[in-house]
């Protein structure tokens, strides 16, 4: 993906991004973590994306919060650049990207679409439907995506 994106800072080396979101409800926080997860695949350590907004009330990270700032392709972008950058480094690695509600998850697929030969250009991707794991469709719904370096 390359459309205009926002500048990421990185917390903990590769595994922590923040940004900033700016737009006509303000300046919003936004946070994606890679977390690692139990289990692995073929011996390739699996990573969870885990996108999210800060809370200034609680101090705490809410993947339900719903910012509707109008920078909906752009907070997008910049997810995608952090995939590219997290898995630039150690390309073994599976990220698994879930939304945290079933349109979140949509709202995914929907840029996976949008972006398909330049994504598959650089990552093998599998869609999850009923527990099970198949290659990616772009006619297809599903409930989440692994995608690995190539």
Not at 21 to 46: A, N
Request: glycine share 6%.
């Amino acid at each position: 993906m390359k459309p205009n994106r926002y500048h990421c800072v990185v917390n903990r080396p590769g595994e922590s991004y923040v940004f900033y979101s700016t737009g006509p409800k303000g300046k919003i926080r936004k946070l994606i973590d890679y977390e690692l997860v139990e289990g692995d695949v073929e011996g390739i350590p699996r990573f969870n994306l885990s996108f999210s907004d800060w809370d200034y009330d609680t101090q705490t990270a809410s993947d339900m919060a719903v910012s509707n700032n109008g920078d909906r392709d752009k907070v997008l972008a910049t997810i995608a650049y952090t995939i590219v950058d997290f898995t630039r480094k150690e390309k073994d690695r599976v990220i698994i990207i879930e939304g945290s509600t079933p349109s979140r998850t949509r709202l995914y697929q929907m840029a996976i679409n949008a972006h398909y030969d330049e994504v598959s250009s650089l990552f093998f991707i599998q869609g999850r439907i009923a527990d099970e794991w198949e290659t990616f469709n772009t006619d297809k719904n599903y409930e989440a995506f692994s995608i690995i370096r190539k």
